[in-house]
Nanobody, 123 residues
Framework: QVQLVESGGGLVQAGDSLRVSCAASGHSLRTFGMGWFRQVPGKERAFVASINWSGGSTYYADSVKGRFTISRDDLKNTVYLQMNSLKPEDTAVYYC????????????????WGQGTQVTVAT
């Protein structure tokens, strides 16, 4: 069973950069696709970015394309989300989750959700 723990969130100013991390324990992530999602109060959780098992394919929501980069370090069993040019509308709780198919596409089922890390972007 994979346990995922997000970290690295915080309060930043608009235009700043931030990197959030998703560390896994209990199982290697090597065969899993991984995804980042975010949620604001009163709204459904939304897809942000994902990466396949090899790191060779990545997918992004239109709202973050060109600003966010997902990456993985299987030696550290960790997935990252580098967020640049942050905007107030990026404020949310960010969650990572695992895709057992390995494809890492936005529409595949994700599970083993972490507890989330809060990112707040001030104007």
């Amino acid at each position: 069973q994979v346990q995922l723990v997000e970290s690295g969130g915080g309060l930043v100013q608009a235009g700043d950069s931030l990197r959030v991390s998703c560390a896994a324990s209990g199982h290697s992530l090597r065969t899993f696709g991984m995804g980042w999602f975010r949620q604001v109060p009163g709204k459904e959780r939304a897809f942000v970015a994902s990466i396949n098992w090899s790191g060779g394919s990545t997918y992004y929501a239109d709202s973050v394309k060109g600003r966010f980069t997902i990456s993985r370090d299987d030696l550290k069993n960790t997935v990252y989300l580098q967020m640049n040019s942050l905007k107030p509308e990026d404020t949310a709780v960010y969650y990572c989750a695992a895709d057992r198919t390995g494809w890492g596409k936005p529409q595949v089922p994700y599970d083993n959700w972490g507890q989330g890390t809060q990112v707040t972007v001030a104007t």
